[in-house]
């Protein structure tokens, strides 16, 4: 298994044989609500869209996730699997594969890797985009991915992970609440599934943020932290913090892994 962080929220992974393009936002700017003084993100070092590319995996709908700009880039030939509002986005954008994927859902990608949908963060009060668990077919190894920090009751029955790929800092919108997890929920995600490796994301990278909302988030913990909560609470997980760009191979122990496949 290798894993490619390409800033923000956007992954490369090879699992099986499969590359999968998830969440990418890698050309242009990201502005939420067409409104640049409310938010804006710039990447001064943009990496390219990657080649060879046998599925997108889409968590959300919301632009830093299901990023128009990039998505009109990219072959719409590529199979498509996401979040029904995301599967909205692709859609319109004239993507020919796209396959929904409500929370519950599993999915198979050419007999090699099964996509189960679990349920992630709420966005507003009437939607919940998803998570996913992934299942290399071949080894039984399985990687979840939730992007805001909001993990579901249901990954117990899925324990142990293999591989985490979640937030490790909150960002929080004054009288609000969060809107991104991680200060405290890594960690205790770590004691509930067990990880043998786990990664972050939008952590340490190059995006550049301003508007009003960059400007009001307050921000706690981060990779220090959490790396020595992990010492002390999860000494059998490994804490990785790769670079933007970088390739990095994850060495897992197979026969430990007992979830479901697909």
């Avoid at 007999?111 to 966005?123: D, E, H, K, S, Y």
Wanted: with cysteine; charged share 15%; glycine share 8%.
């Amino acid at each position: 298994m290798y894993l490619t962080w390409l800033d923000n929220n956007s992954w490369l992974w090879e699992i099986n044989g499969r590359r999968i393009l998830v969440d990418p936002w890698l050309v242009g700017d990201l502005v939420f609500l067409k409104a640049p003084w409310f938010f804006e993100g710039k990447n001064p070092h943009p990496h390219p869209i990657p080649g060879d590319i046998d599925l997108i995996l889409l968590s959300q709908g919301l632009p830093d996730h299901a990023h128009p700009e990039t998505l009109r880039q990219m072959d719409r030939q590529i199979p498509v699997v996401a979040s029904p509002n995301a599967a909205e986005v692709v859609t319109k954008l004239g993507y020919a594969q796209v396959t929904p994927l409500p929370a519950g859902k599993g999915f198979q990608l050419n007999n090699t890797i099964g996509i189960r949908a679990v349920p992630g963060a709420a966005i507003g009060p009437f939607l919940t985009e998803n998570a996913y668990i992934l299942t290399d077919l071949a080894t039984g190894l399985t990687l979840y991915y939730e992007p805001h920090g909001f993990p579901d009751d249901s990954l117990d029955a899925f324990a142990p992970i293999d591989v985490v790929i979640t937030p490790v800092a909150d960002l929080t919108v004054p009288m609000a609440g969060p809107i991104i997890q991680g200060y405290q929920t890594a960690v205790d995600l770590a004691k509930r599934v067990r990880p043998q490796v786990m990664l972050p994301t939008t952590e340490g990278g190059n995006v550049q943020y301003t508007g009003l909302l960059a400007q009001i988030l307050n921000r706690a913990g981060g990779a220090d932290t959490v790396r020595a909560q992990l010492a002390d609470a999860c000494p059998e997980t490994r804490f990785l913090t790769p670079r933007p760009g970088d390739r990095t191979e994850i060495v897992l122990t197979p026969y430990r892994t007992a979830a479901p496949k697909g």
